[in-house]
């Protein structure tokens, strides 16, 4: 389940896309993927690791410097798995709340390293930001349930 | 000391882990590796680990779909290939009008010694994959070195150009596409010839740069590319402007959609060669026995003034156009030193066939004595037609910029 579920997430990025091109502007599935790991587990390190491990795979599949994702999924698990040991995180309604909040925290730090870093050229749009982070929240709910069941039987 | 490592542990980790991530970040974007030479090793682990299921589940995609459509869902194929049919016979003879547009075209390119750039051979593939990613706008094929992809090869479809090859794996290719903010085409408008830089804006758009701010440019005119950034061969459809506005500093921000629907992409072409030759005038040139007999004889010049003189039967249509006879020793005297050249050679030859024939379609048009002559008229404007169309061409080695105005 640790190097699946990732995998699978890695996978239906990539593929879905080419059927329903606004699936890749708006979801991350990698991401809600860092935030499970990061938060059933419970360990700052395991989770800035897995962070990072997804996000650098995330990163070999784009054309752009290796890091970007790395950096911001990193961040990302450090703090999700931070919170995952501070509060309850297991129902829906924190869940939500929580993956809403780290995907702004994930596209500030990409951007922010994008344009600092690599100097490319990104437009922040409040708009935009906000319902990605609501699909993904909504998304994300539905997922944990889902992975929660299958890690019961696992 | 060790309770503070301690106490911090988790945090002195993930500033450890930023840093080596930042670290090389820092050495591939020093290095100017956007092109992603220096990680290839590292993109390969990745691209091997998922291409092969995106390559299996669009093989059960297809055979799925074609064993659907192919034997079962068959409504309205009948009228479909009627339509289709009809369609045929439009398009027949639109080719017949575009193979004379083009056959003038060649022979004017014959006469400048222009080089061209032919597609000559291309190779089909699937798109099996994508970035993922709204920030990285690259796909992925199933082809790749093993069927001769290399990087910086064309990618189209039937539709417009798609984009280049960035990354060329055994079996797979990586494609960046000219909406992402990284790529860039040499455009030139098919009307108003105006060149600029088509790039892709962050949000998926493709804007036109380069173009001055005093130039004029329609909303729905074609863009084809230039073939200045020796990529994309000249020609070949990209998009029509949808929008026109004042941009930053001197030039116009011009937004164009693409032709190719680049967020539906299932098969593409990947150019793998093209040719730069002249174009050859074998075909557009085709000379008589008799005209150059016709050309070659001393008395060649005289004849037609008293030809013309004695005219009896010049078509009442065009001898009524205010014709006067005095035009035509004119015109005699520009075609007759050409075509006695003696050492002509074959560029020449064409020069001066040219200049017969378009000196002897002013006489015709002019003057009805003209056309009434048969020895001058005859290689003028009754110079053979270049065939229609020959399969050389056409079919096999089309240049690419043959439905494309010059």
Same mark, same amino acid.
């Given at each position: 389940?640790?190097?699946?579920?990732?995998?699978?997430?890695?996978?239906?990025?990539?593929?879905?896309?080419? /059927?329903?091109?606004?699936?890749?502007?708006?979801?991350?599935?990698?991401?809600?993927?860092?935030?499970?790991?990061?938060?059933?587990? /419970?360990?700052?390190?395991?989770?800035?690791? &897995? =962070?990072?491990?997804? $996000?650098?795979?995330?990163?070999?599949?784009?054309?752009?410097?290796?890091?970007?994702?790395?950096?911001?999924?990193?961040?990302?698990?450090?703090?999700?798995?931070?919170?995952?040991?501070?509060?309850?995180?297991?129902?829906?309604?924190?869940?939500?709340?929580?993956?809403? =909040?780290?995907?702004?925290?994930?596209?500030?730090?990409?951007?922010?390293?994008?344009?600092?870093?690599?100097n490319m050229t990104q437009h922040?749009?409040? =708009?935009?930001?906000?319902?990605?982070?609501?699909?993904?929240?909504?998304?994300?709910?539905?997922?944990?349930?889902?992975?929660?069941?299958?890690?019961?039987? &696992? | 000391? *060790?309770?503070?490592?301690?106490?911090?542990?988790?945090?002195?980790?993930?500033?450890?882990?930023?840093?080596?991530?930042?670290? =090389?970040?820092?050495?591939?974007?020093?290095?100017?590796?956007n092109d992603?030479?220096?990680?290839?090793?590292?993109?390969?682990?990745?691209?091997?680990?998922?291409?092969?299921?995106?390559?299996?589940?669009?093989?059960?995609?297809?055979?799925? $779909?074609?064993?659907?459509?192919?034997?079962?869902?068959?409504?309205?194929?009948?009228?479909?290939?009627?339509?289709?049919?009809?369609?045929?016979?439009?398009?027949?003879?639109?080719?017949?009008?575009?193979?004379?547009?083009?056959?003038?075209a060649?022979?004017?390119?014959?006469?400048?010694?222009f080089k061209e750039q032919?597609i000559?051979?291309?190779?089909? !593939?699937?798109?099996?994959?994508?970035?993922?990613?709204?920030?990285?706008r690259v796909?992925?094929?199933?082809?790749?070195?093993?069927?001769?992809? /290399?990087?910086d090869m064309a990618v189209m479809t039937?539709d417009g150009v798609v984009g280049k090859v960035l990354?060329?794996?055994?079996?797979?290719?990586?494609v960046l596409l000219i909406n992402d903010q990284s790529s860039g085409v040499g455009v030139i408008m098919e009307k108003t010839r105006l060149q600029g830089v088509l790039r892709g804006a962050p949000n998926g758009e493709v804007v036109l740069e380069r173009v001055m701010s005093d130039e004029q440019v329609a909303v729905g005119e074609t863009v084809l590319t230039s073939g200045g950034d020796q990529i994309f061969p000249k020609g070949l459809p990209v998009g029509t402007v949808t929008k026109v506005g004042t941009g930053k500093e001197v030039f116009l921000n011009i937004k164009v959609k693409p032709t190719a629907d680049l967020s539906?992409?299932? *098969?593409?072409?990947?150019l793998? *060669?093209k040719?730069d030759?002249?174009?050859?005038?074998?075909?557009?040139?085709?000379?008589?026995?008799?005209?150059?007999?016709?050309?070659?004889?001393?008395?060649?010049?005289?004849?037609?003034?008293?030809?013309?003189?004695?005219?009896?039967?010049?078509?009442? $249509?065009?001898?009524?156009?205010?014709?006067?006879?005095?035009?035509?020793?004119?015109?005699?005297?520009? !075609?007759?030193?050409? &075509?006695?050249?003696?050492?002509?050679?074959?560029?020449?030859?064409?020069?001066?066939? &040219?200049?017969?024939?378009?000196?002897?379609?002013?006489?015709?048009?002019?003057?009805?004595?003209? /056309?009434?002559?048969?020895?001058?008229?005859?290689?003028?404007?009754?110079?053979?037609?270049?065939?229609?169309?020959?399969?050389?061409?056409?079919?096999?080695?089309?240049p690419a910029d043959q439905d494309s105005p010059h």
């Amino acid at each position: 389940m640790t190097i699946g579920v990732p995998l699978l997430a890695l996978f239906i990025q990539a593929f879905v896309p080419l /059927r329903f091109p606004r699936f890749a502007v708006y979801l991350d599935l990698p991401l809600l993927v860092t935030i499970f790991f990061a938060m059933a587990r /419970r360990n700052p390190i395991s989770g800035l690791f &897995t =962070g990072a491990v997804i $996000g650098l795979a995330q990163d070999m599949l784009g054309h752009n410097p290796i890091g970007l994702y790395g950096i911001a999924k990193t961040v990302v698990g450090y703090g999700a798995s931070s919170l995952g040991v501070k509060l309850d995180v297991e129902n829906a309604g924190a869940r939500f709340l929580v993956t809403l =909040g780290f995907y702004l925290v994930h596209s500030a730090v990409y951007f922010t390293v994008a344009r600092g870093m690599v100097n490319m050229t990104q437009h922040w749009s409040w =708009g935009n930001g906000i319902l990605a982070g609501l699909a993904n929240a909504v998304l994300g709910a539905g997922l944990y349930f889902v992975l929660d069941r299958f890690k019961q039987r &696992t | 000391m *060790e309770s503070v490592l301690g106490r911090y542990r988790n945090l002195i980790i993930l500033v450890g882990v930023l840093f080596l991530q930042v670290l =090389g970040l820092a050495v591939q974007v020093k290095r100017n590796s956007n092109d992603a030479q220096d990680t290839r090793l590292i993109r390969i682990w990745a691209v091997g680990a998922i291409t092969p299921f995106e390559r299996g589940l669009v093989w059960i995609e297809n055979s799925t $779909g074609s064993l659907w459509h192919n034997y079962f869902y068959l409504r309205g194929v009948r009228a479909e290939n009627r339509q289709l049919k009809q369609q045929i016979e439009q398009m027949r003879l639109e080719q017949v009008r575009l193979s004379e547009d083009a056959a003038q075209a060649r022979r004017l390119q014959t006469l400048l010694a222009f080089k061209e750039q032919f597609i000559s051979k291309t190779v089909a !593939a699937q798109v099996i994959g994508s970035s993922g990613s709204d920030l990285s706008r690259v796909i992925y094929i199933d082809k790749g070195e093993n069927a001769g992809v /290399r990087r910086d090869m064309a990618v189209m479809t039937a539709d417009g150009v798609v984009g280049k090859v960035l990354q060329v794996y055994p079996s797979v290719a990586q494609v960046l596409l000219i909406n992402d903010q990284s790529s860039g085409v040499g455009v030139i408008m098919e009307k108003t010839r105006l060149q600029g830089v088509l790039r892709g804006a962050p949000n998926g758009e493709v804007v036109l740069e380069r173009v001055m701010s005093d130039e004029q440019v329609a909303v729905g005119e074609t863009v084809l590319t230039s073939g200045g950034d020796q990529i994309f061969p000249k020609g070949l459809p990209v998009g029509t402007v949808t929008k026109v506005g004042t941009g930053k500093e001197v030039f116009l921000n011009i937004k164009v959609k693409p032709t190719a629907d680049l967020s539906k992409l299932e *098969e593409v072409l990947v150019l793998v *060669e093209k040719q730069d030759r002249e174009a050859t005038a074998d075909d557009t040139v085709r000379v008589r026995a008799a005209d150059i007999l016709a050309q070659r004889l001393p008395t060649v010049p005289d004849k037609p003034a008293a030809d013309a003189n004695a005219a009896p039967a010049a078509p009442a $249509g065009v001898a009524g156009e205010g014709s006067s006879i005095g035009q035509t020793p004119s015109v005699q005297k520009t !075609a007759v030193p050409k &075509t006695t050249a003696p050492n002509a050679t074959a560029p020449n030859a064409t020069v001066q066939k &040219t200049a017969v024939q378009k000196t002897g379609t002013v006489a015709g048009g002019t003057g009805g004595a003209g /056309r009434a002559a048969p020895a001058q008229a005859k290689p003028a404007s009754a110079a053979p037609k270049p065939p229609k169309a020959s399969p050389d061409q056409t079919t096999s080695q089309p240049p690419a910029d043959q439905d494309s105005p010059h």
